[in-house]
């Protein structure tokens, strides 16, 4: 399943499938960006980072994909599992800047 | 301790009234910063704290919000004459360095309520 941006706030997949999570960010200047996973009553949970250098960047289950021309952010989780029903938040900011810029959020649900 | 803690985690105030929000982040963290999720929404920014020094608050709403660290450890968001639009979940976040790209470690929140 693939949700657009922020016109999406909702994606449902079934348990297995992959999950792709997108952002279109905002400001040309940002050169560090983070997903963040937040369930219900609790704070954000940094999930991965990448910085502008990169282009591509993978952890456990989770891909982040960086596009600099159109401004666009993706997070892919593999083998989506029930554990991983919440809501994402892509991040943004600058070296020298002192807080980060969420975008609005995407909430994953999980199908059995 | 474990991690980012804060108090209380629900908080119901009377429009007029003034609360205090707390936050104790991870021991030893320089960075601290505050933030205001309203429901459906992301966190945004509100201020950032280096040790005890208020380096940004260009988020805080109003003049009615205020916040201190001041012995660089614990930290205080003090909303005054509360209003409707006050509700909102409040979070703090700690980083052990000063950048703004050093991973933030985020505490539960509190949920205002503004009756």
């Known amino acids: 399943g693939e949700s657009v941006g922020l016109h999406l706030p909702t994606l449902s997949v079934q348990e297995g499938d992959n999950s792709i999570i997108n952002c279109a960010y905002s400001n040309s200047a940002s050169d560090y960006f983070i997903w963040y996973k937040q369930e219900s009553g609790k704070g954000p949970q940094f999930i991965i980072d990448i910085r502008s250098n990169m282009d591509k960047r993978q952890g456990q289950r989770v891909t982040v994909l960086l596009n600099k021309t159109v401004k666009h952010l993706s997070l892919q989780i593999a083998a989506t599992q029930p554990g991983d029903s919440a809501v994402y938040f892509c991040?943004?900011?600058?070296?020298?800047?002192?807080?980060?810029?969420f975008g609005q959020g995407t909430r994953l649900t999980i199908n059995p | 301790g474990a991690g980012v803690s804060q108090s209380p985690r629900y908080k119901v105030a009377k429009r007029g009234q003034d609360v205090a929000l707390r936050c104790d982040p991870i021991?030893?963290?320089?960075?601290l910063f505050w933030y205001q999720q309203a429901l459906g929404q992301g966190p945004e920014f509100l201020t950032y704290?280096?040790?005890?020094?208020?380096?940004?608050k260009s988020g805080l709403p109003s003049d009615r919000f205020f916040a201190e660290r001041p012995e660089g450890s614990v930290s205080t968001l003090k909303i005054q004459r509360t209003q409707q639009e006050d509700s909102a979940v409040y979070l703090c976040a700690s980083s052990q360095e000063w950048s703004v790209v050093d991973e933030q470690y985020f505490g539960p929140g509190t949920r205002l309520t503004v009756t």
């Open positions: 021991s030893g963290h320089v960075s």
């Open positions: 704290f280096q040790n005890e020094a208020q380096l940004d």
């Open positions: 991040a943004e900011t600058f070296q020298g800047a002192q807080k980060l810029v």
